[in-house]
């Protein structure tokens, strides 16, 4: 079983379309975040979920839309893409109070033409 | 920016030689981990070292933590082809939930 699972892997779109990505993990972790990597691989925090209340929202156009319906689900929307949405968007979790290690997911290259 | 620094950027070696590479930050941490990142896949943590503690081993990995010099450096002893990927340090800022990445280092180990 995967731990921590995005879908979809990959996802091209138009300019200007809205698209979702879904984030789920098994392991019972209460918080949640999506980072950015961009094509020079820097890894950027945008947002973290911890029991389903946004606990950080770093400086991410409001066209980032974060929902977490349930502590397992954290789902990115995005909307009106842009050509410089295109990166790969990883979903992650952890067991809060803890500070240890990260989960990942696989990661979803999204590629905006 | 918040984001550390690692050198080098990339790194480029013989298998069974050791690599190093480098990590400075600039906040106030909680503690210090690295991931290894192979191409297409996501991040795995490797070892974490918390701030009051200096080195750590984890079989051929070796982690050193100077907080003074906000800085760390990550060891792998008699390399493998099969550790070829890309690394990167994050920092827990104190206070915070916030995981900070550095720049990452691409380790190549030729056959």
């Not at chain 1, 019972?28 to 606990?55: A, R, V």
């Not at chain 2, 100077?66 to 099969?82: E, F, G, M």
């Not at chain 2, 939930?97 to 180990?109: A, E």
Request: glycine content about 6%; aromatic content about 8%.
């Amino acid at each position: 079983d995967t731990a921590v699972s995005q879908t979809p892997k990959y996802l091209v779109t138009q300019m200007g379309n809205d698209k979702s990505i879904k984030c789920e993990q098994n392991l019972g972790h209460d918080t949640m975040y999506w980072y950015k990597q961009d094509s020079k691989k820097f890894l950027k925090i945008m947002f973290s979920y911890n029991n389903k209340e946004l606990i950080i929202n770093e400086t991410v156009p409001n066209r980032f839309s974060p929902k977490s319906p349930d502590k397992a689900h954290l789902n990115l929307h995005i909307n009106s893409l842009e050509l410089g949405d295109s990166a790969v968007y990883f979903c992650a979790s952890s067991q809060t109070g803890r500070l240890e290690k990260l989960f990942f997911g696989s990661g979803t290259q999204l590629s905006v033409l | 920016s918040q984001q550390g620094e690692e050198d080098p950027q990339a790194l480029s070696i013989q298998e069974g030689e050791n690599a190093t590479m480098n990590c400075s930050y600039k906040a106030s941490i909680n503690n210090l981990q690295w991931y290894r990142q192979n191409s297409g896949r996501g991040l795995v943590h490797l070892i974490l070292i918390r701030s009051n503690e200096r080195e750590k081993h984890s079989g051929r990995l070796r982690v050193t933590l100077d907080t003074s010099k906000k800085s760390s450096s990550l060891l792998i002893t008699a390399s493998r082809a099969a550790d070829t990927a890309s690394y990167f340090c994050a920092t827990v800022l104190s206070g915070t939930y916030k995981y900070i990445f550095g720049t990452g280092t691409r380790l190549k180990v030729l056959a």
